[in-house]
């Protein structure tokens, strides 16, 4: 009987052992599985959270006040028609007819009438020269002129009176009167610009001194060259042009040139230009041919001045074109800055086509439709370099 008790002791205690083990089991089973989707959970997050960040990694912030201050502007791309064109140099040259040279009126000794300098502007018949022929053993031509034409008068009265009685004949008469009128002549013309100072030579035309062509001092003989004086109305543009593009310069109908004093890009369709010829064939010992253009001064342009020259030929349609002032570069990359929103902004690399000295090309890297900083890139460029400014609240 005790033995009884005791085996049924010992099977409830078994019993019990077993439905305690399950539970733990099952416990324990539960516990792994909520470890195992709280890992899952983060690592979903963890992800999310990465590609959340990549999304604008490359984003740079620049609040709108401080675009504004810095003078950014932003223009939406379209299609506009664009010239094809060749890049080659050139040079500005006076216009015919719009300068003229100040020459030696007699010989004599370069005394110049106060400060004469290259540049300064001056008005038609102002003095810029007085020839002195004191101590010069042909005297003062002055003097002579006035000499010969009494001399020449006299003979004339004289003739005058005498061929009234037939004294003379008419060919000798008309000799006397031929030799007067002469001598007037050269006296007068000597004479209207005369002073005690000397001869005084003025200037033809009005307009600025381009050269002074001889120095204080100097002795000068009759139509020597002095002074140069230009009006700087019209200008010609002369481009050289190699000769591997000769079939293309009948298609040129305008230019852009870029000057190296001031780095302005002028547009000859704004300046009245066109067109005056084209060689047709190169010059001795050279490979180029040249391309003239007539235009207004309207700007401080040089003449003689060397210059960069874009030749606009054929138009084409269509075309992705950025100012230059959108681009920036890189190690010999061009980058320009897309608009995302009001503060955000893109860095964006382009390939460049045709350049016309004011705009650029673009064959590939932004689409029409982007909105591109067309102003105030190096701005938005340092701006880059922090990524991100504090402050910045705005959401995606």
Same mark, same amino acid.
């Given at each position: 009987m005790k033995k009884l008790i005791f085996m049924g002791t010992l099977a409830l205690f078994a019993l019990s052992s077993c439905n305690t083990s399950t539970g733990n089991g099952h416990e324990g089973h539960n516990h792994e599985a909520e470890a195992d989707n709280h890992s899952k959970e983060s690592t979903t997050t963890e992800?999310?959270?990465?590609?959340?960040?990549?999304?604008?990694?490359?984003?740079?912030?620049?609040?709108?006040?401080?675009?504004?201050?810095?003078?950014?502007?932003?223009?939406?791309?379209?299609?506009?028609?664009?010239?094809?064109?060749?890049?080659?140099?050139?040079?500005?040259?006076?216009?015919?007819?719009?300068?003229?040279?100040?020459?030696?009126?007699?010989?004599?000794?370069?005394?110049?009438?106060?400060?004469?300098?290259?540049?300064?502007?001056?008005?038609?018949?102002?003095?810029?020269?007085?020839l002195s022929s004191n101590n010069i053993a042909d005297g003062d031509p002055v003097q002579r002129a006035r000499i010969a +034409?009494?001399?020449?008068?006299?003979? !004339?009265? %004289?003739?005058?009176?005498?061929?009234?009685?037939?004294?003379?004949?008419?060919?000798?008469?008309?000799?006397?009167?031929?030799? !007067?009128?002469?001598?007037?002549?050269? !006296?007068e013309a000597l004479a209207r610009n005369h002073?005690?100072?000397g001869q005084a030579v003025t200037a033809p035309i009005g307009g600025f001194v381009k050269?002074?062509?001889?120095?204080?001092?100097? +002795?000068?003989?009759?139509?020597?060259?002095?002074?140069?004086?230009?009006?700087? %109305?019209?200008?010609?543009? %002369?481009?050289?042009?190699?000769?591997? +593009?000769?079939?293309?310069?009948?298609?040129?109908?305008?230019?852009?040139?870029?000057t190296p004093y001031d780095s302005k890009v002028y547009a000859l369709r704004e300046l009245n230009g066109r067109l005056l010829s084209f060689g047709k064939a190169t010059g001795d010992g050279s490979f180029y041919v040249p391309v003239t253009f007539e235009f207004d001064n309207r700007g401080d342009?040089?003449?003689?001045?060397?210059?960069?020259? +874009?030749?606009?030929?054929?138009?084409?349609?269509?075309?992705?074109?950025?100012?230059?002032?959108?681009?920036?570069?890189?190690?010999?990359?061009?980058?320009?800055y897309l608009q995302l929103d009001e503060e955000g902004y893109k860095k964006q690399e382009v390939t460049l086509g045709a350049d016309n000295g004011k705009q650029v090309q673009i064959l590939s890297g932004v689409k029409s439709g982007d909105r591109v900083v067309t102003q105030g890139a190096y701005q938005v460029r340092l701006a880059s370099a922090s990524k991100a400014i504090p402050g910045h609240s705005h959401e995606h």
């Amino acid at each position: 009987m005790k033995k009884l008790i005791f085996m049924g002791t010992l099977a409830l205690f078994a019993l019990s052992s077993c439905n305690t083990s399950t539970g733990n089991g099952h416990e324990g089973h539960n516990h792994e599985a909520e470890a195992d989707n709280h890992s899952k959970e983060s690592t979903t997050t963890e992800h999310e959270g990465e590609e959340e960040s990549g999304e604008h990694a490359d984003e740079i912030v620049f609040p709108k006040e401080k675009a504004d201050a810095a003078g950014v502007q932003v223009h939406t791309i379209e299609p506009v028609a664009f010239e094809q064109v060749i890049k080659t140099s050139g040079r500005v040259l006076a216009a015919q007819g719009d300068e003229s040279v100040a020459v030696a009126t007699v010989a004599g000794v370069v005394s110049f009438r106060g400060q004469v300098t290259e540049g300064m502007s001056v008005a038609r018949g102002t003095t810029l020269v007085t020839l002195s022929s004191n101590n010069i053993a042909d005297g003062d031509p002055v003097q002579r002129a006035r000499i010969a +034409y009494d001399i020449s008068k006299k003979e !004339y009265e %004289r003739m005058k009176a005498l061929v009234k009685n037939q004294i003379v004949s008419d060919k000798e008469f008309a000799q006397a009167e031929q030799n !007067y009128e002469n001598a007037r002549l050269s !006296y007068e013309a000597l004479a209207r610009n005369h002073s005690a100072g000397g001869q005084a030579v003025t200037a033809p035309i009005g307009g600025f001194v381009k050269s002074i062509l001889v120095n204080e001092g100097d +002795y000068v003989s009759i139509g020597q060259p002095l002074v140069s004086i230009t009006q700087n %109305r019209r200008l010609f543009l %002369r481009a050289e042009v190699s000769e591997k +593009y000769y079939p293309a310069l009948c298609t040129i109908g305008s230019a852009n040139f870029l000057t190296p004093y001031d780095s302005k890009v002028y547009a000859l369709r704004e300046l009245n230009g066109r067109l005056l010829s084209f060689g047709k064939a190169t010059g001795d010992g050279s490979f180029y041919v040249p391309v003239t253009f007539e235009f207004d001064n309207r700007g401080d342009i040089i003449p003689g001045s060397f210059v960069e020259v +874009y030749l606009l030929s054929k138009p084409m349609e269509g075309v992705i074109a950025l100012p230059r002032t959108a681009l920036t570069e890189e190690q010999g990359s061009f980058f320009v800055y897309l608009q995302l929103d009001e503060e955000g902004y893109k860095k964006q690399e382009v390939t460049l086509g045709a350049d016309n000295g004011k705009q650029v090309q673009i064959l590939s890297g932004v689409k029409s439709g982007d909105r591109v900083v067309t102003q105030g890139a190096y701005q938005v460029r340092l701006a880059s370099a922090s990524k991100a400014i504090p402050g910045h609240s705005h959401e995606h």
